[in-house]
T-cell receptor, first 111, second 114 residues
């Protein structure tokens, strides 16, 4: 079974600084998708970024980018120029036929 | 609708009562998913629907849990004889097709069993 591991239960970053959230996964598949979701206190899960495993180029969405290392099964999220509104729980997710989520990382942004 | 909606937003029930949680997916999305999120934890997959069919029910925590979907639209998650351990946020998501694309989530239903 696929597992997703987020080794950082909590992270903190100063406003305007950069932070990287870690995620590793386990799979025997070669074709799959990876996602980062953000969950603010409102509970709404918001898609931040996605990566197709067959693409070597790292996905980027404005201030959010990933470092996808397929051989290492690593999928980290980098948030640049952190803003107060980035404070939330961040979940890494893996998908082929099923969708599996990590336990989450709580990000605090300090003004 | 514009997004996935769920009702009720919050539900408080007494132990032993039955509850029904509703999910309205994005129009045209054929796949629908239910998750459970206990306080401070990640998402636990419960069940998915492709159309009105749920091929795999093994993710449901116990036989007190059931789900159905009609008209390839609304889905209902029913919990019978609720227990305190059922207290959690229940999230619904939908996607255009079953595999390979992101899921769009509803705001969840917070269930509290007293």
């Amino acid at each position: 079974a696929q597992t997703v591991t987020q080794s950082q239960p909590e992270m903190s970053v100063q406003e305007a600084e950069t932070v990287t959230l870690s995620c590793t996964y386990d799979t025997s598949e070669s074709d799959y998708y990876l996602f980062w979701y953000k969950q603010p206190p409102s509970r709404q899960m918001i898609l931040v970024i996605r990566q197709e495993a067959y693409k070597q180029q790292n996905a980027t969405e404005n201030r959010f980018s990933v470092n996808f290392q397929k051989a290492a099964k690593s999928f980290s999220l980098k948030i640049s120029d952190s803003q107060l509104g980035d404070a939330a729980m961040y979940f890494c997710a893996y998908r082929d036929n099923d969708m599996r989520f990590g336990a989450g990382t709580r990000l605090t942004v300090k003004p | 609708g514009a997004g996935v909606s769920q009702s009720p937003s919050n539900k408080v029930t007494e132990k032993g009562k039955d509850v029904e949680l509703r999910c309205d997916p994005i129009s045209g999305h054929t796949a629908l998913y239910w998750y459970r999120q206990r306080l401070g934890q990640g998402l636990e997959f419960l069940i998915y629907f492709q159309g009105n069919s749920a091929p795999d029910k093994s993710g449901l925590p116990s036989d007190r849990f059931s789900a159905e979907r009609t008209g390839e639209s609304v889905s209902t998650l029913t919990i019978q004889r609720t227990q305190q351990e059922d207290s959690a946020v229940y999230l619904c998501a939908s996607s255009l097709v079953l595999t390979g694309v992101e899921q769009y989530f509803g705001p969840g239903t917070r269930l509290t069993v007293t």
